[in-house]
């Protein structure tokens, strides 16, 4: 059940004509009252006999009635109340209750006798609008203060009462959402989003890894996007407004939105933050490139995911900002087949980046420093080692999203957390799209491997790991975990100490399939290409076979000085 507060308006007969009539796309249908102040209000809808300005005069008599020169000119509430997708449809009956309930809640008729007149319009099945007249019966101003936290608040009880979709509370921190008008308008033009919206994500990105207001101002006129500086006399900057070239008013100018309209993080003040204790670094050269720069940001998540998990909540509000621009950066240099997902990781991930807990800038500096080493790699390939690296740091991303779900759900961020969540589900599937090619090539490696050579990496998972060994042996991804092992212990590592070092860090219980997400631990653990094929064939063939490991640690040490002679 969502509440909307619209602004207020001037003209109660202007909104009633909207609300009775076909609407904008002849979406209307069956526009009629399911409820008002006294229940007794004309309902031009369904009776013949009555007009809108038979309404609209009945709802502002009180303003008449007050002397000329006091009369407010904004005098008209508009709010909409609509049931979420997949609620059952409700009767006329339910939404005058729900209404009454909104409309006491408020504050706009609390029930004392001399409230504001109003009225309750249905047009749709899942909606209804309220209107009403901002002055009492008794002439006084209404104390509708905050109305759109009360109506929230009224919203999440009538979800309860009703066996409703329980939308997540909030907490104020959400970016404003697209106006009607906003969607209407992008509705006309054939677009997807508000204008709103795509500034919203343009912004982001251009603002992802950045380490000074040039070079964000510069990103900006790069994405083709309309920007003014406010400044103060002395030159300084104190804020921008941005524009899509092609979004036009009436009079033909663009339209422009501050950066605090878009999200709250992205009001100029709230940018400079991200600067703080950031200075800027050069792109060190293991960083440098698409894949070098993948590979360098998976290390900063993997350090990234224990400070979320253990972190003070300074540092982890810090964390979790930095991994959006690290996801915005991501979307902005990823190849075509896994944009579509990453866009969507990183869009629900806004919402789970912004909390009352203030982030600590500082702590940030090294997933900060990733998203700049993305955005100056440049884009990536979807196949070799561009290609390999990207399923490997989503593979990790995916596991800060579920930390980050994890701390919002103990902090009681419930918003946070289901944003987290899904932007962990379409990482989730990001990852398919990724891996499909790099881990085939393991899993046929994997196939070829000698018997003996499968009996002893399956000793190593067994001993390193008791509790799971069974169930990872049995999954279809084990012949590219093998092949994996094989290519470790050929460069010298101990299988052993490296699995037992990659299932420490962190818990497995939310993956998948874990021995895909040990695949990639491993690759970044032991420094192997994450594109398989650039491994060393003669990794997948062994002529001695050790004696598995015993359960000492004197065993893990020869079993690993064994390896190394290998």
Known sequence: MIPSIQKQGTSTAGLLAYLFGAGRSEEHVDPHLVASFDGLAPDPGRDPGATEEDLQQLLDEPLHLLPAGTRPDKHVWHASVRSAPGDRTLTDDEWADIARRVIAATGIDPGDGAGCRWAAVRHAEDHIHLIATLVREDGRKPDHHRSGQRAQNECRRIEADYDLYRVAPGDGTAAKRPTSAERHKAQSLGRDRTTREELRE????????????????????????????????????????????????????????????LAPDLSLPRIRERWTGSPTQPIPAQASGPAGARRHATG???????????????????????????????????????????????????????????????????????????????????????????????????????????????????????????????????????????????????????????????????????????????????????????????????????????????????????????????????????????????????????????????????????????
């Open 300 to 566: 900063a998540v993997w350090q990234a995911v224990p400070l979320i998990d253990h972190g003070d909540d300074g540092t982890v509000a810090a964390q979790i900002a930095a991994a959006g621009e690290v996801l915005d950066a991501l979307v902005e240099t990823s190849p075509a087949g896994t944009r579509h997902q990453l866009r969507q990781a990183a869009m629900a991930f806004e919402r789970a980046a912004r909390s009352h807990v203030r982030a600590e800038r500082g702590h940030d500096r090294t997933l900060r420093q990733a998203a700049r080493n993305l955005i100056h790699g440049g884009p990536a390939l979807c196949r070799g080692e561009d290609g390999a690296t990207a399923a490997m740091l989503i593979d990790m991303a995916f596991f800060l999203a579920t930390a980050a779900a994890n701390w919002h759900a103990r902090k009681n961020h419930a918003q946070q957390a289901v944003a987290a969540l899904q932007a962990a589900e379409h990482l989730r599937a990001a990852y398919r799209t990724a891996s499909a090619q790099p881990m085939a090539v393991l899993q046929q490696r994997g196939h070829r491997m000698s018997r003996p050579l499968q009996r002893q990496h399956a000793a190593a998972l067994r001993h390193a790991v008791p509790d799971l060994a069974e169930q990872i042996l049995a999954e279809p991804g084990w012949p590219a975990l093998a092949a994996t092992l094989a290519d470790a212990q050929a460069a010298g590592h101990s299988p052993v100490d490296l699995l037992t070092e990659a299932t420490q860090r962190r818990e497995l219980g939310s993956a998948t399939s874990i021995s895909d997400v040990l695949v990639w631990r491993l690759r970044r653990l032991a420094q192997l290409p994450a594109d398989p094929a650039a491994a060393r064939p003669q990794a997948v063939r062994a002529h001695k076979v050790p004696a598995p490991p015993s359960t000492t640690q004197t065993a893990i040490k020869a079993a690993g000085d064994n390896a190394r002679r290998r």
């Open 202 to 261: 343009s912004v982001r990105q251009a603002a992802a890894g950045t380490a000074s207001e040039t070079e964000f101002f510069d990103r900006l006129a790069s994405a083709s996007l309309l920007v003014r500086r406010r400044t103060a006399p002395s030159g300084d900057t104190l804020g921008y407004t941005v524009a899509l070239p092609g979004d036009r008013n009436k009079e033909g100018a663009p339209v422009y939105y501050s950066g605090s309209k």
